[in-house]
């Protein structure tokens, strides 16, 4: 594997860890932002932390970090590409660009 291949793993690792957090604070009302997101598009601060942790599951998950065989769908970089942009998107501001970061990598 390359370096910049491990250095994307590593980065989607931090990346999605760093989403659980967000999502498990968001979920207990005190959410914490390193970065800004997009807001929360009318959805209440439950549901948003779902999502947050959903992505970022996936996230891990695609990128061979945890073994939840429903939610990998390929060691692709286009799919935790699109769930690194989701967390952005749903309040992970450093985690969703970390795993952003991380796919692109892989891709080079």
């Given at each position: 594997?390359?370096?910049?291949?491990?250095?994307?793993?590593?980065l989607?690792?931090?990346g999605?860890i760093?989403?659980i957090i967000q999502?498990?604070l968001?979920?207990?009302?005190?959410?914490?932002?390193?970065?800004?997101?997009?807001g929360?598009?009318g959805?209440g601060?439950?549901?948003?932390?779902?999502?947050?942790?959903l992505f970022?599951?996936?996230?891990l998950a695609n990128s061979?970090?945890?073994?939840?065989s429903?939610?990998n769908?390929g060691?692709?970089?286009v799919?935790?590409?699109?769930?690194g942009?989701l967390m952005y998107?749903f309040?992970?501001?450093?985690?969703?660009i970390?795993v952003?970061i991380g796919?692109?990598?892989?891709?080079?």
């Open positions: 594997m390359s370096d910049l291949k491990q250095l994307g793993s590593l989607v690792l931090i999605g760093i989403g999502g498990i968001m979920i207990l009302g005190s959410p914490f932002h390193i970065l800004p997101g997009l929360d598009f959805l601060a439950l549901i948003s932390g779902i999502l947050l942790i970022s599951l996936i996230a061979g970090a945890i073994h939840i429903a939610l769908f060691n692709t970089w799919i935790v590409l699109v769930m942009i998107v309040g992970s501001g450093l985690g969703g970390l952003i796919a692109i990598l892989w891709l080079i």
